[in-house]
């Protein structure tokens, strides 16, 4: 949970690479320790596509949350909090990229 708290605090201080490789670090610690259906993957991810979100690199930010969502989905169940909150947040990456105000990855 620290690298995962650490990626939060960073992305919001503005810090969106060292987000993404604490990110990226607790991702594989989480993979190996807890499996890929679990609540901290999932976070994992979340974080991630907020790093990509934040630079306007929406394809990859829309990546990471629909991976996040599948998962908690799948953990949490279709009505959580959480998955409004994350469908959410999809349509709003989905309506930038319509409108074109990304950057290219």
């Known amino acids: 949970d620290s690298y995962t708290g650490m990626a939060d605090t960073l992305n919001l201080q503005g810090d969106y690479a060292q987000a993404l490789e604490y990110s990226e670090k607790g991702l594989d610690i989480y993979l190996s320790t807890l499996g890929a259906q679990h609540p901290n993957v999932a976070?994992?991810?979340?974080?991630?596509?907020?790093?990509?979100?934040?630079q306007r690199d929406y394809p990859k930010?829309?990546?990471?949350?629909e991976k996040s969502l599948e998962i908690d989905i799948l953990v949490l169940g279709a009505d959580h909090d959480d998955i409004v909150e994350t469908k959410s947040v999809i349509e709003e990456v989905r309506t930038k990229m319509i409108d074109g105000a990304y950057t290219q990855s």
Do not use: T
């Open 43 to 54: 976070m994992s991810y979340f974080n991630m596509a907020d790093a990509f979100n934040f």
């Open 61 to 65: 930010a829309l990546k990471y949350y």
